[in-house]
T-cell receptor, first 115, second 114 residues
């Protein structure tokens, strides 16, 4: 079975700082990769996704992520964070070679951006 | 277009009581899912459905049952609630289209079992 690790549980940054959140997964086959964001009191929303092709994926609100297959990683980045980016961020993976179409989530990273 | 809706938003149960959580989607999605979210553990899949009349177990199915009698609805039942089932429950749906799809999530149901 696949698993997802998000090593940063709580990150505190000042506005305009750069952000990188780590995500590593364990699965031997081909995967689809996602980053979801959950703003306080709200439901999960998709930030970006990777299925195939260019390993550098751009999402909404200036976020991007890079898939490095050799490292089983899909780290999320943003050059300059804003106070409104305060939220919890979840990495998720889904094997392409099973029929299940269900996501395995990491434990999440809580990002706090200070003005 | 309301997307994915969940009923109720909050509920408090006593140990041993039963309840049903309702998830509805108006996007004509084939796939639907129930997750639970616990602090420090992310979301874990309880059950899912790949179409009307079909259900399957996820990662943490014990103590829950589901039904998908209509394509747009996915019900999650707790027959005898336990304090360990205190959690936030999220429903999601997705289109069955090879290669490109994403899951859309509902607003969640916060359940407390005392």
């Amino acid at each position: 079975a696949q698993s997802v690790s998000q090593h940063n549980h709580h990150v505190i940054l000042s506005e305009a700082a750069s952000l990188e959140l780590g995500c590593n997964y364990s699965y031997g086959g081909t995967v689809n990769l996602f980053w979801y964001v959950q703003y306080p009191g709200q439901h999960l929303q998709l930030l970006l996704k990777y299925f195939s092709g260019d390993p550098l994926v751009k999402g909404i609100k200036g976020f991007e992520a890079e898939f490095i297959k050799s490292k089983f990683s899909f780290n999320l980045r943003k050059p300059s964070v804003q106070w409104s980016d305060t939220a919890e961020y979840f990495c998720a993976v889904e094997p392409q070679d099973t029929g299940r179409r269900a996501l395995t989530f990491g434990s999440g990273t809580r990002l706090q951006v200070q003005p | 277009n309301a997307g994915v809706t969940q009923t109720p938003k909050f509920r408090v149960l006593k140990t041993g009581q039963s309840m049903t959580l309702l998830c509805a989607q108006d996007m004509n999605h084939e796939y639907m899912y129930w997750y639970r979210q616990d602090p420090g553990m992310g979301l874990r899949l309880i059950h899912y459905s790949v179409g009307e009349g079909t259900t399957a177990k996820g990662e943490v199915p014990d103590g829950y049952n589901v039904s998908r009698l209509k394509k747009q609805n996915f019900l999650l039942g707790l027959e005898s609630a336990a304090p360990s089932q205190t959690s936030v429950y999220f429903c999601a749906s997705s289109r069955h289209r090879t290669g490109v799809y994403e899951q859309y999530f509902g607003p969640g149901t916060r359940l407390t079992v005392t």
